[in-house]
């Protein structure tokens, strides 16, 4: 992440310009995906969910500010990711969903 953004300018760059969610990946991934890997063990399972994980704040980054004021942009993403491992925990098979909504 450039370190002139602050998080609500990257989100207002991630509105304009989709292709800027590459930065908030390339600064979240690893410690995102490390938690979720700590949390179930399982390193292609963490994979999954991790990519599910940033599918869905990539779709949803635009409402990120309205519906999350007063909250960093980090802890949103470990909030998706939480969701995620206990939608997988409840299920008996793992089915991402968001991944079948592209076109």
């Known amino acids: 992440m450039n370190p002139n953004h ?3 300018q990257l989100i207002e760059q991630c509105r304009i310009n989709p292709a800027a969610f590459g930065q908030v ?3 979240w991934y690893k410690p995102v995906f ?3 890997m700590r949390r179930c063990g399982d390193y292609d399972l963490a994979r999954d969910i991790a ?4 599918l869905k704040a990539f779709l949803k980054i635009g409402s ?3 519906k999350w ?3 960093g942009l980090s802890s949103w993403l470990y909030r998706i990711a939480t969701n995620e ?3 997988y925990y409840r299920s008996s098979k793992y089915k991402p969903e968001s991944l079948q909504q592209l076109p």
């Open 6 to 8: 602050t998080e609500a």
């Open 25 to 27: 990946f390339d600064r």
């Open 34 to 36: 490390g938690y979720i």
């Open 51 to 54: 990519a599910e994980t940033f």
């Open 64 to 66: 990120f500010t309205f």
């Open 69 to 71: 004021q007063g909250i």
């Open 85 to 87: 491992l206990n939608q």
